[in-house]
């Protein structure tokens, strides 16, 4: 029998959405799929996107870029598709059509897209705090040995949370893995949080991660 996966994530639905965004879901998405992608060399992958701010940066940041998110709350994935096209015909802007969606548990993409990815992006994951659910948590040394597995040379992991007692069991999982592991100064990680820890809000952590 094949050994199912742990839950990492909670609600896979949540409100009700708008007629708007099931278009999107129906129509849009399916376009957007990166299951059909070969691999180039220039793969950008965000897993738990939210609601898409920081996939929307990177796609701005990179219009070069195949920038890919993976989600599976279908509440985030159409937010993310309402943020990237028009209201007016349901298109694509221009500065988005680098966006692929990915609206499932991102093991499932692994085990049908085969591409290296120049950065991997793990922002603000559950951090599941009730110890009977740590067996939950998303970022334990096996997942980190996949995702190292996945990254191109000179690849990257960047990882951040606000909650400090995960960066710290993430760095214990870590150090049981094959990766190197670095902590940038906040200054160099461009996303939203670090903007809000300018401004004298709580400072998030990060770890980076590399296969060589």
Do not use: C
Not at 188 to 196: F, L
């Amino acid at each position: 029998m094949e050994k199912q996966e742990i839950r990492t994530f909670g609600r896979r639905h949540g409100k009700k959405l708008s007629p708007r965004k099931q278009s999107l879901l129906a129509n849009v998405l399916p376009a957007i799929s990166p299951k059909n992608i070969k691999n180039a060399g220039n793969l950008i992958l965000e897993i738990g996107f939210g609601n898409g701010e920081h996939v929307r940066d990177l796609a701005i940041r990179n219009p070069e870029t195949i920038i890919i998110g993976a989600e599976p709350f279908m509440n985030g994935v159409a937010a993310l598709l309402s943020a990237i096209t028009t209201e007016s015909d349901n298109k694509i802007m221009d500065e988005y059509k680098n966006i692929r969606i990915w609206p499932d548990d991102v093991r499932k993409m692994f085990n049908e897209l085969d591409a290296k990815f120049n950065e991997i992006w793990v922002l603000h994951p559950d951090p599941w705090p009730k110890a009977k659910h740590e067996k939950r948590r998303l970022l334990n040394a096996d997942f980190l040995n996949l995702l190292g597995t996945k990254l191109a040379p000179h690849g990257q992991i960047i990882i951040g949370t606000d909650h400090w007692e995960y960066f710290d069991w993430i760095t214990d999982q870590a150090k049981k893995t094959a990766l190197y592991a670095s902590f940038p100064p906040l200054s160099v990680i461009h996303t939203r949080y670090a903007k809000k820890n300018m401004a004298g809000t709580n400072a998030p952590k990060y770890i980076i991660l590399t296969n060589q």
